[in-house]
């Protein structure tokens, strides 16, 4: 999937673009609005704290760093006193795995407190009274929903720039 991102200037475009949108069977669980805080959405599909922040890439970052930390831990571990090799292989999957959980709970913790770095750079439109529409689509559908969004308003910039969504949010 990708993640496209395209300003509107108001909420009855917004409206038209999420129901063509709906229309060309792009499911409303993978279409977020954004808007300035306080402003009603009506029934548009919200943005939810996870698209709103960055806390699947510092998850994904937690994992790396704490599992590379914890695999560390262990060699030295291991390397200190005499131990067996069926004792040290034990340490090092326990220190990886626990680097990597522990890696995965900071990084997820981070993430929550700091906004999407994606969406930094349209908050000044959003604060303007824009709405920020973003559409997770299938590679070989891009083109097809950037035209679409296009019809609507001609000189919309559309941005894809995530090569990959993750599958669940």
């Known amino acids: 999937m990708r993640r496209i991102y395209f300003l509107v200037p108001d909420i009855n475009v917004t409206k038209k673009i999420v129901d063509e949108l709906l229309l060309t069977r792009v499911e409303e669980k993978h279409i977020h609005v954004i808007a300035k805080r306080g402003t009603p959405l009506e029934n548009l599909p919200e943005a939810n704290l996870l698209q709103k922040s960055d806390f699947i890439p510092a998850v994904e970052q937690g994992i790396a760093l704490g599992g590379a930390t914890g695999l560390l831990a262990g060699l030295v571990a ?92």
Request: no cysteine.
């Open 78 to 169: 291991i390397a200190l006193p005499p131990a067996s090799t069926v004792i040290a292989g034990g340490v090092l999957l326990a220190t990886g795995l626990s680097g990597a959980g522990l890696g995965a709970w900071l990084g997820g913790m981070v993430g929550m407190s700091i906004g999407n770095r994606r969406i930094k750079e349209f908050e000044n439109a959003i604060e303007a009274g824009e709405f920020l529409v973003l559409a997770d689509v299938s590679p070989e559908r891009v083109n097809e929903i950037e035209t679409l969004i296009k019809q609507h308003i001609p000189q919309v910039e559309v941005e894809q720039t995530e090569p990959r969504v993750p599958a669940f949010p």
